[in-house]
């Protein structure tokens, strides 16, 4: 496998397990929402570490975002950048970097 599509993959299994780290909230009532503070600021800078640019930093805001506000958790923020990433804007444009 090429060293494009190890990274592509990667980014895929960490943003499924970020989306899913992120949801853990919903398994504990209250405690969750306090998790949520602790994970909503990591969480956005997680997503600006692994997708470079400005769409990194946009895609970071969202995902503080998203974290944030109580409820919305079930958005799969991570998954929906890789998504965007690498099928819509094709992978040959998509500018990734390491976690």
């Known amino acids: 496998m090429s060293k494009t599509k190890d990274k592509k993959y ?11 780290i992120g949801m853990l909230s919903f ?19 997680l997503m600006t570490r692994m997708y470079k640019g400005k769409i990194g930093q946009a895609a970071g805001i969202i995902t503080f975002i998203e974290e944030i506000i109580p409820g919305l958790d079930v958005i799969p923020t991570f998954t929906i950048m890789w998504l965007y990433t690498y099928i819509f804007k094709g992978s040959k444009k998509g500018r990734t970097i390491e976690v």
Do not use: E, M, T, Y
């Open 10 to 20: 990667k980014n895929l299994f960490l943003g499924l397990l970020f989306d899913g």
């Open 27 to 45: 398994a504990v009532p209250f405690l969750g929402d306090f998790s949520d503070i602790l994970w909503a600021p990591l969480s956005g800078w």
